[in-house]
């Protein structure tokens, strides 16, 4: 049952790669957050073994509901105490691996859903 009309208006993820994701036909190559409000940001994180608390707390200043965690070519979770500024913020953080996450936040942000997209892209 659809409760509600898809949207049209976010930046899709249009398709991917090993090592790169495009966004509406733009290929993105580095680590980044997409937003489905339209906002892109870097991610300054080229591995995932650098992944900090200042990270997580960069998703925790945006206005939006959830975190989808692309977490490169195979799924790895970040340790918990990385994402306090989530949890303090009553933001959910989903984990996957970057091609699972990319169809994901399509799916969630033409439902409308404030959704950031946080992709760690390594070379």
Request: glycine letters at 8%.
């Amino acid at each position: 049952m659809k409760l509600q009309p898809d949207r049209f208006d976010f930046p899709a993820v249009t398709g991917y790669g090993s090592d790169w994701v495009a966004v509406l036909g733009e290929k993105v190559t580095a680590s980044a957050i997409i937003c489905s409000d339209g906002q892109r940001l870097d991610w300054a994180c080229r591995r995932f073994e650098d992944l900090t608390a200042q990270h997580f707390e960069q998703l925790a200043q945006l206005p939006i509901e959830v975190v989808i965690f692309g977490s490169g070519q195979k799924l790895r979770f970040a340790p918990p105490a990385l994402m306090q500024s989530l949890m303090q913020k009553r933001i959910g953080l989903e984990t996957m691996d970057t091609q699972a996450a990319c169809r994901t936040y399509n799916i969630l942000a033409g439902e409308g859903r404030k959704v950031a997209l946080a992709l760690l892209m390594e070379s």
